[in-house]
Protein backbone atom coordinates (compact mmCIF):
# COMPACT_ATOMS: atom_id res chain seq x y z
CA UNK A 1 0.00 0.00 0.00
CA UNK A 2 1.51 3.44 -1.18
CA UNK A 3 1.83 5.95 1.75
CA UNK A 4 -0.44 8.42 0.59
CA UNK A 5 -3.26 7.54 -1.73
CA UNK A 6 -5.37 10.27 -4.01
CA UNK A 7 -7.38 9.86 -6.97
CA UNK A 8 -5.87 11.06 -10.21
CA UNK A 9 -8.89 12.37 -11.33
CA UNK A 10 -9.60 14.19 -13.52
CA UNK A 11 -11.67 15.74 -11.34
CA UNK A 12 -14.28 18.52 -13.05
CA UNK A 13 -16.64 20.75 -11.67
CA UNK A 14 -18.42 23.59 -12.82
CA UNK A 15 -17.21 27.38 -12.54
CA UNK A 16 -18.48 28.64 -9.06
CA UNK A 17 -18.75 24.90 -7.10
CA UNK A 18 -17.30 23.24 -4.38
CA UNK A 19 -14.44 21.42 -5.39
CA UNK A 20 -13.83 18.32 -2.58
CA UNK A 21 -9.71 16.87 -3.14
CA UNK A 22 -9.40 13.57 -0.60
CA UNK A 23 -6.12 11.64 0.32
CA UNK A 24 -5.44 8.90 2.98
CA UNK A 25 -1.91 7.77 4.52
CA UNK A 26 -0.73 4.93 6.20
CA UNK A 27 1.49 6.77 8.34
CA UNK A 28 -0.06 6.90 11.80
CA UNK A 29 2.61 8.85 13.60
CA UNK A 30 2.31 11.94 11.01
CA UNK A 31 1.84 14.82 12.60
CA UNK A 32 1.63 17.78 9.51
CA UNK A 33 0.10 17.58 6.29
CA UNK A 34 0.20 19.65 3.51
CA UNK A 35 -1.62 20.59 0.39
CA UNK A 36 0.65 21.64 -3.17
CA UNK A 37 -0.92 22.40 -5.85
CA UNK A 38 1.03 22.19 -9.33
CA UNK A 39 0.39 24.36 -12.51
CA UNK A 40 1.16 22.12 -15.96
CA UNK A 41 4.71 22.65 -16.19
CA UNK A 42 5.67 24.35 -13.13
CA UNK A 43 6.74 22.67 -10.07
CA UNK A 44 4.65 22.55 -6.58
CA UNK A 45 3.62 25.65 -4.56
CA UNK A 46 2.02 25.00 -1.00
CA UNK A 47 -1.33 26.23 -0.59
CA UNK A 48 -1.99 25.15 3.16
CA UNK A 49 -1.24 23.22 5.61
CA UNK A 50 -2.76 21.51 8.62
CA UNK A 51 -1.98 19.75 11.95
CA UNK A 52 -4.30 19.31 14.34
CA UNK A 53 -7.84 17.40 13.52
CA UNK A 54 -10.68 19.54 12.38
CA UNK A 55 -11.09 22.24 9.68
CA UNK A 56 -8.55 24.91 8.86
CA UNK A 57 -10.03 27.58 6.64
CA UNK A 58 -8.08 30.02 4.67
CA UNK A 59 -9.94 32.20 1.67
CA UNK A 60 -11.54 29.84 -0.58
CA UNK A 61 -9.75 26.81 0.54
CA UNK A 62 -10.68 25.25 3.70
CA UNK A 63 -8.50 21.68 4.50
CA UNK A 64 -10.23 18.71 7.06
CA UNK A 65 -7.78 16.46 8.61
CA UNK A 66 -9.51 13.40 10.85
CA UNK A 67 -6.42 11.82 12.01
CA UNK A 68 -8.62 8.85 13.34
CA UNK A 69 -9.70 7.67 9.94
CA UNK A 70 -5.88 8.70 8.37
CA UNK A 71 -7.69 10.93 5.60
CA UNK A 72 -7.12 14.38 4.80
CA UNK A 73 -9.19 16.56 1.89
CA UNK A 74 -9.24 19.90 1.03
CA UNK A 75 -12.51 21.78 -0.26
CA UNK A 76 -12.00 24.50 -2.50
CA UNK A 77 -15.17 26.73 -2.86
CA UNK A 78 -16.42 28.98 -5.36
CA UNK A 79 -13.97 27.03 -8.18
CA UNK A 80 -12.14 29.47 -10.60
CA UNK A 81 -10.49 27.97 -13.62
CA UNK A 82 -7.65 29.54 -12.74
CA UNK A 83 -7.44 26.70 -10.29
CA UNK A 84 -7.23 24.37 -12.87
CA UNK A 85 -4.48 22.45 -11.66
CA UNK A 86 -2.90 19.11 -9.89
CA UNK A 87 -3.18 19.04 -6.30
CA UNK A 88 -0.67 16.89 -4.34
CA UNK A 89 -1.19 15.89 -0.98
CA UNK A 90 2.08 14.85 1.42
CA UNK A 91 2.34 14.78 4.87
CA UNK A 92 5.59 14.85 7.24
CA UNK A 93 7.14 11.90 7.69
CA UNK A 94 7.41 10.89 11.39
CA UNK A 95 11.49 9.77 10.72
CA UNK A 96 12.35 13.70 11.06
CA UNK A 97 14.32 15.81 8.97
CA UNK A 98 11.11 18.00 7.53
CA UNK A 99 11.11 14.95 5.13
CA UNK A 100 7.91 15.11 2.82
CA UNK A 101 5.91 12.02 1.15
CA UNK A 102 3.83 13.04 -1.61
CA UNK A 103 0.57 11.79 -3.51
CA UNK A 104 0.50 11.32 -6.72
CA UNK A 105 -1.85 14.20 -7.16
CA UNK A 106 -5.45 14.49 -8.21
CA UNK A 107 -6.10 16.68 -11.62
CA UNK A 108 -8.48 19.39 -11.09
CA UNK A 109 -10.65 21.14 -14.08
CA UNK A 110 -12.84 23.59 -13.63
CA UNK A 111 -15.00 24.56 -16.80
CA UNK A 112 -16.77 27.93 -17.16
CA UNK B 1 11.75 36.49 -2.79
CA UNK B 2 12.67 32.81 -1.33
CA UNK B 3 14.50 31.31 -4.32
CA UNK B 4 15.71 27.71 -5.49
CA UNK B 5 17.19 27.54 -9.04
CA UNK B 6 17.83 24.86 -10.64
CA UNK B 7 20.92 24.87 -13.03
CA UNK B 8 19.05 23.68 -16.37
CA UNK B 9 15.70 23.38 -17.42
CA UNK B 10 15.88 20.79 -20.15
CA UNK B 11 18.80 18.38 -21.08
CA UNK B 12 18.55 15.82 -23.70
CA UNK B 13 21.88 13.00 -22.73
CA UNK B 14 22.95 9.76 -24.01
CA UNK B 15 22.93 6.49 -22.25
CA UNK B 16 25.96 5.86 -20.34
CA UNK B 17 26.76 9.67 -19.97
CA UNK B 18 27.32 11.00 -16.70
CA UNK B 19 25.02 13.90 -15.86
CA UNK B 20 25.02 16.59 -12.89
CA UNK B 21 22.12 18.23 -11.90
CA UNK B 22 22.84 21.55 -9.74
CA UNK B 23 20.48 23.30 -7.33
CA UNK B 24 21.19 26.53 -5.66
CA UNK B 25 19.22 28.27 -2.66
CA UNK B 26 19.35 31.09 -1.12
CA UNK B 27 17.43 31.41 1.75
CA UNK B 28 19.82 29.38 4.30
CA UNK B 29 17.59 26.69 4.39
CA UNK B 30 19.11 23.32 6.55
CA UNK B 31 17.57 21.08 4.24
CA UNK B 32 17.70 20.26 0.80
CA UNK B 33 15.95 17.46 -1.60
CA UNK B 34 15.69 15.81 -5.01
CA UNK B 35 12.74 14.34 -6.02
CA UNK B 36 12.19 12.67 -9.34
CA UNK B 37 8.46 13.28 -10.73
CA UNK B 38 6.82 11.03 -13.59
CA UNK B 39 3.06 10.44 -14.26
CA UNK B 40 0.56 8.81 -11.85
CA UNK B 41 3.54 8.34 -9.40
CA UNK B 42 3.79 11.53 -8.14
CA UNK B 43 6.51 12.96 -6.48
CA UNK B 44 9.39 10.12 -5.11
CA UNK B 45 12.23 11.50 -2.85
CA UNK B 46 15.36 10.32 -3.95
CA UNK B 47 17.87 11.78 -1.42
CA UNK B 48 17.93 14.70 0.83
CA UNK B 49 20.49 16.61 2.95
CA UNK B 50 20.40 17.98 6.15
CA UNK B 51 23.19 19.99 6.46
CA UNK B 52 26.90 20.28 4.46
CA UNK B 53 28.28 16.71 3.37
CA UNK B 54 25.40 15.06 5.26
CA UNK B 55 22.72 12.82 3.36
CA UNK B 56 20.08 10.31 3.45
CA UNK B 57 18.48 7.95 1.07
CA UNK B 58 15.29 8.44 -0.46
CA UNK B 59 12.74 5.81 -1.67
CA UNK B 60 14.58 5.52 -4.91
CA UNK B 61 18.26 6.40 -4.41
CA UNK B 62 19.28 3.58 -7.08
CA UNK B 63 21.67 4.84 -9.50
CA UNK B 64 22.03 8.32 -8.23
CA UNK B 65 24.62 10.08 -6.03
CA UNK B 66 24.18 13.70 -4.56
CA UNK B 67 27.09 16.12 -3.12
CA UNK B 68 26.06 18.62 -0.99
CA UNK B 69 29.90 20.69 -0.21
CA UNK B 70 28.05 23.74 0.90
CA UNK B 71 25.16 24.64 2.63
CA UNK B 72 22.90 26.24 -0.31
CA UNK B 73 23.99 24.32 -2.99
CA UNK B 74 22.66 20.69 -3.71
CA UNK B 75 24.09 17.88 -6.68
CA UNK B 76 22.27 15.35 -8.02
CA UNK B 77 24.41 13.01 -10.26
CA UNK B 78 23.39 10.36 -12.74
CA UNK B 79 27.05 8.79 -12.44
CA UNK B 80 25.45 6.27 -16.07
CA UNK B 81 21.95 7.68 -17.12
CA UNK B 82 19.65 4.71 -18.20
CA UNK B 83 16.79 5.57 -20.26
CA UNK B 84 14.45 4.91 -17.31
CA UNK B 85 15.77 7.94 -15.20
CA UNK B 86 14.17 10.23 -18.08
CA UNK B 87 11.76 12.51 -16.07
CA UNK B 88 11.44 15.55 -14.64
CA UNK B 89 13.73 16.36 -11.73
CA UNK B 90 12.92 18.73 -8.89
CA UNK B 91 15.18 20.11 -6.06
CA UNK B 92 13.50 21.91 -2.79
CA UNK B 93 14.83 23.13 0.25
CA UNK B 94 13.33 23.93 3.79
CA UNK B 95 14.35 25.30 7.23
CA UNK B 96 15.05 21.85 9.71
CA UNK B 97 14.09 23.87 13.15
CA UNK B 98 11.70 26.11 13.45
CA UNK B 99 9.87 25.89 10.22
CA UNK B 100 6.59 24.77 9.11
CA UNK B 101 7.52 21.99 6.65
CA UNK B 102 6.93 23.70 3.71
CA UNK B 103 9.24 22.82 0.88
CA UNK B 104 10.55 25.73 -1.78
CA UNK B 105 10.35 23.86 -5.21
CA UNK B 106 12.73 25.66 -8.04
CA UNK B 107 11.42 25.41 -11.78
CA UNK B 108 12.13 21.27 -12.21
CA UNK B 109 14.96 20.04 -14.77
CA UNK B 110 13.54 18.07 -17.77
CA UNK B 111 15.89 15.16 -18.21
CA UNK B 112 15.57 12.62 -21.14
CA UNK B 113 18.30 9.85 -21.64
CA UNK B 114 18.68 8.29 -25.83
Redesign the interface.
Known sequence: QKE?E?N?GPLSVPEGAIASLNCTYSDRVSQ?F?W?RQYSG?????IM?IYSNGDKEDGRFTAQLNKASQYVSLLIRDSQPSDSATY?CAL?FSGG?????????TRLAVHP | DVKVTQSSRYLVKRTGEKVFLECVQDMDHE?M?W?RQDP??????IY?S?DVKMK?K?DIPEGYSVSREKKERFSLILESASTNQTSMY?CAS???RG?????F????SRLTVL
Not at chain 1, 42 to 46: A, C, F, G, T
Not at chain 1, 97 to 105: P, Q
Request: hydrophobic share 35%; charged share 20%; proline share 2%.
Open positions: VQSSFYKSPELSLQYNKLIFGAG | NFYGLGLRLFYEGLSKRGTGELFGEG
